[in-house]
C-alpha cells in the first residue's frame, strides 16, 4: 500500500536536463543570470582584492545552481564595502591628480615671471644705469691707481740704475766738459748716470732742469736730480737721507756729500727726470 504521506511533486520543468522549479514568484533564470553576470564583471575589476580569487569561486557556484540563487546580506555588506573602497580610491587619485597638476600650473607660472622680469634692470632701468656708472667708475679708478702704481714702481727702478752707476763713479776726477767714463764734470756725471738706466738727458745743467718734473725738496727721492743756485749751475745725484753724489769742481773727484753742504738756500730745485 502506498504511503499516504508521500509529499507531492512540485510543478516544473526540466531545461537542458536540469530541473527549474514552475514559476511561483521567485526570481526567473534570467534574472539571476544577469545578476551573475553583473557580480561577476564587479569582481573581475577589483582583481588586486586578496579575497578576489575566494569570490569569484563563490560566484560560480552560484552560477551553476541558478535556481537556487540567494543573495545573503553578507554578501550585500561586501558588495557595498567593496564599492566604497573602490570610490575613495578613485576620488584620492583625482584628488592627488590635481594637487600635482596645481602645484606644477604655480611652479610654471613663478618661472614664467621669473623670465619676464629677471632682474632689476627691467623694475628700474634708471638705478640699473646707475649701478652700471658706479661700477664702471669704480673699474676705471682701480686701472688708473693700477697703472699709477706700474709708473712708479718702473720709474723707482731706473732711478736705483742711475743712483747704482753714480756709486760707481766716486773717486773719478772733475774734469770741465767730460762726460765719462773716466772723469766728469757735474752735469756729466748727471747725464752718464741716467744714460745708465735708459733715460737721455741734454748735457747742459739748465737744460737739464727742465727735463723732468719738479717735485718739493721734502718729496725728494733717490735718483732725482738736484740743482743749485739761482742759474741751476750746478747738480748732484740725489741718493736718499739728504745726501747725494756729485762732481763738485776742478780739483776736486766725484763724492758724496750732503745736499746742504753750500747751505740749504743754495738748493734751486729737485727734479724728477723718470
Known amino acids: 500500500m502506498a504511503s499516504s504521506h508521500r509529499k507531492p511533486r512540485s510543478a516544473g520543468s526540466r531545461i537542458a536536463g536540469i530541473w527549474t522549479p514552475a514559476d511561483d514568484g ?7 543570470e544577469k545578476k551573475i553576470d553583473d557580480l561577476y564583471r564587479r569582481v573581475d575589476s577589483t582583481t588586486e582584492r586578496p579575497d578576489a580569487a575566494k569570490r569569484t569561486q563563490k560566484i560560480d557556484s552560484v552560477r551553476k545552481q541558478p535556481g537556487s540563487f540567494t ?18 580610491r578613485r576620488k584620492g587619485a583625482v584628488a592627488a591628480h590635481l594637487t600635482e597638476r596645481s602645484t606644477t600650473a604655480g611652479k ?7 623670465l619676464q622680469t629677471p632682474a632689476w634692470t627691467q623694475s628700474d632701468p634708471r638705478t640699473a644705469k646707475a649701478t652700471v656708472q658706479k661700477k664702471l667708475s669704480t673699474a676705471r679708478a682701480l686701472l688708473s691707481q693700477s697703472a699709477a702704481r706700474e709708473r712708479r714702481q718702473e720709474a723707482a727702478a731706473l732711478a736705483r740704475q742711475a743712483v747704482a752707476f753714480a756709486r760707481a763713479q766716486i773717486g773719478k776726477p772733475y774734469v770741465v766738459g767730460a762726460a ?3 772723469s766728469y764734470d757735474c752735469s756729466g756725471l748727471a747725464q752718464a748716470a741716467w744714460k745708465a ?23 725728494a727721492q733717490p735718483g732725482d736730480l738736484v ?4 742759474d741751476s749751475s750746478h747738480v748732484g745725484v740725489y741718493v736718499g737721507d739728504g745726501v747725494m753724489i756729485h ?8 763724492r758724496e756729500e750732503s745736499i746742504h753742504y753750500g747751505g740749504t738756500s743754495a738748493i734751486h730745485s729737485v727734479v724728477r727726470p723718470a
Open 26 to 32: 521567485g526570481p526567473r533564470l534570467g534574472e539571476v
Open 108 to 114: 610654471r607660472q613663478e618661472a614664467a615671471v621669473s
Open 71 to 88: 543573495a545573503t546580506p553578507h554578501d550585500h555588506y561586501d558588495q557595498a564595502q567593496l564599492m566604497s573602497r573602490l570610490t575613495a
Open 247 to 254: 762732481a763738485p769742481k776742478p780739483g776736486t773727484c766725484v
Open 197 to 219: 738706466a735708459g733715460v737721455t738727458l741734454p748735457r747742459a745743467t739748465t737744460a737739464q732742469a727742465n727735463a723732468g718734473t719738479t717735485v718739493p725738496l721734502a718729496d
Open 227 to 230: 740743482f743749485f743756485h739761482d
Open 180 to 182: 765719462g767714463p773716466g
